[in-house]
Every structure is written in C-alpha cells, then in structure tokens.
C-alpha cells in the first residue's frame, strides 16, 4: 500500500514557477513509477510527466515538454515536479499516482494503482 500527499500548488503569474511535491509513504514507494496528471476545468485528465522508480528515465507530454521537469529523491521518498514558465491553460489540478511497472502506457491513468488527491494550481493572465 502506497499513500501519496501532493504540495505546492498555490496562484502564479504567467510566466512564474512553481514546485510541486508528491510524498510517498509506505514500505515499497521507492519501488513504483511515478506520474503527474491534471485536470483543468470542465477537462477531462490528461497526463503531464512520469518518472521510473529509480529516477533513472522519464518523459513529457508534448504540451509542457521543456517547460516542466520531473526529479525525484528516494531518500525522502518524494517526487516532484518543477513547473518554469506558466501558462494560464496550465491551470488545473495537478494529482500524482503511483505504478508498478515501466513504460510508455503510463500516459494512461488507468494504469496508475494509487493516487494522491491533488493540489490546485492557478495561473493568472
């Protein structure tokens, strides 16, 4: 059993940044992939970055790619997600979850086990 607590959304001017924190407890979290998704209003969820359990690979959606970047110290059992240059349509809430195995269905959530319940992020014009 994994649980997972997102931090560090808050309100941004477009063109600021922000940090999110996912914190893993739980025996096993080093062992799980992690991913990031959002949600914006009235949108359906939609996958933004997902890194292996070691930190060794990870990838983008083609919409943030190069803006956000993705890290995460299993020391502190923590993923997160460095988000430069913001955009008001990056507004949204932003829910780690976490998965068992590796590869490039994780864009998917349903491949996801456990989930955070998100952190709300807003970006004004």
């Known amino acids: 059993q994994v649980q997972l607590a997102e931090s560090g959304g808050g309100l941004v001017q477009a063109g600021g940044s922000l940090r999110l924190s996912c914190a893993a407890s739980g025996s096993t979290a080093s062992n799980y992939a992690v991913g990031w998704f959002r949600q914006g209003p009235g949108m359906e969820r939609e996958f933004v970055a997902a890194?292996?359990?070691?930190?060794?690979?990870?990838f983008y959606a083609e919409s943030i790619q190069g803006r956000f970047t993705i890290s995460r110290d299993n020391v502190k059992n923590t993923v997160y997600l460095q988000m430069n240059s913001l955009k008001p349509e990056d507004t949204a809430i932003y829910s780690c979850?976490?998965?068992?195995?590796?590869?490039?269905?994780?864009?998917?959530?349903?491949?996801?086990?456990?989930w955070g319940r998100g952190t709300q992020v807003t970006v004004s014009s």
């Open positions: 979850a976490a998965a068992a195995r590796w590869g490039p269905f994780l864009l998917h959530d349903y491949e996801y086990t456990y």
């Open positions: 890194i292996k359990s070691r930190g060794d690979n990870e």
